[in-house]
């Protein structure tokens, strides 16, 4: 990835803070957007400058649900890099409630964040990318777009259908994406992690008996690290991957296999 430019949002913390030294790991340059946490992407951003040397970095704050912060990010970017290579949308947020106790606000608020801001990104990119083209010698797509979804675009959840209805239409944009765009050597793809040990989920893990209970739904008896997503996420923005378009890969542990239907349940 040397010589590229890629956004990563939500990157102060957990699965993009990962996603982010990963791809600085392989020459990028890296803008780590955050919304709120400012300390933390500050801290992110350091420990990539001291490690990886030779490559940019930058922070930036945006809500990614909102259009004219989306345009901000893409614009200061630019400015500081020059053409943007990379989207990787990782920003997500949860508002849990069962369905009959959901608010309207509840609801909006991740469909917002989980599911507009992909498509405000993703829209971005696509603007981005199509104005410039394949730049030769750098990368054989003109463009790479990675959704952040999750185990619950196929995995019904019932106290958090506004997140499993989101990342559900994560899908859909992803394929549309592919569909309309693979002609332009735009590249577009989702990674669905799993039960992931992220600070959004950490009442669970940081609690014995949660935990054990949750490592019954994995067949590989753990929950995954940030670094098992970001591997993956530095592997599909690389050329090795250039085949793979309008697809999601979970990484998952196995938890789609619906490990509760072991002899026949």
């Known amino acids: 990835l040397i010589n590229q430019t890629c956004i990563i949002t939500g990157a102060s913390s957990g699965i993009g803070a990962a996603v982010a030294k990963a791809i600085a790991a392989e020459g990028a340059n890296v803008v ?18 001291k490690d990886y040397r030779s490559v940019g970095v930058m922070i930036k704050q945006a809500d990614v649900s909102n259009e004219d912060d989306v345009k901000s990010l893409y614009n200061t970017a630019r400015s500081e890099f020059g053409p943007i290579d990379i989207c990787i949308s990782n920003s997500g947020i949860q ?29 971005e990119a696509l603007k981005e990318f199509l ?11 003109a463009g790479k777009i990675i959704h ?13 259908a506004n997140y499993a209805a989101a990342k559900s239409g994560v899908a859909k944009l992803m ?19 799993g039960a992931t040990k992220t600070p959004i989920n950490k009442d669970v893990w940081g609690d014995k008996e949660k935990h054990e209970d949750l490592l019954k739904l994995i067949p590989c008896n753990r929950m995954a690290e940030p670094e098992d997503i970001a591997s993956v996420a530095s592997w599909l923005a690389s050329d090795e991957s ?3 378009n309008g697809t999601t890969i979970f990484v998952d542990g196995g938890m789609t296999c619906y490990p509760g239907f072991i002899a026949n349940g």
């Not at 309309?180 to 793809?189: E, L, P, Q, S, V």
């Open 95 to 123: 508002r849990d409630a069962e369905i009959h106790e959901m608010s309207l606000k509840q609801w909006k608020k991740v469909i917002d964040v989980n599911l507009t801001g992909q498509f405000l990104c993703a829209r």
């Open 32 to 49: 780590i957007n955050y919304n709120s946490n400012k300390e933390n992407a500050e801290e992110i951003a350091d420990s990539i400058a």
């Open 242 to 244: 250039e085949y793979i």
């Open 131 to 141: 104005a410039n083209g394949v730049r030769k010698n750098i990368s054989a797509s």
């Open 175 to 193: 394929q549309s994406i592919c569909q309309g765009y693979a002609g332009k050597k735009i590249r577009c793809n989702s990674i669905a992690p």
């Open 148 to 160: 952040m979804s999750s185990v619950h675009e196929v995995v019904p959840w019932s106290g958090h």
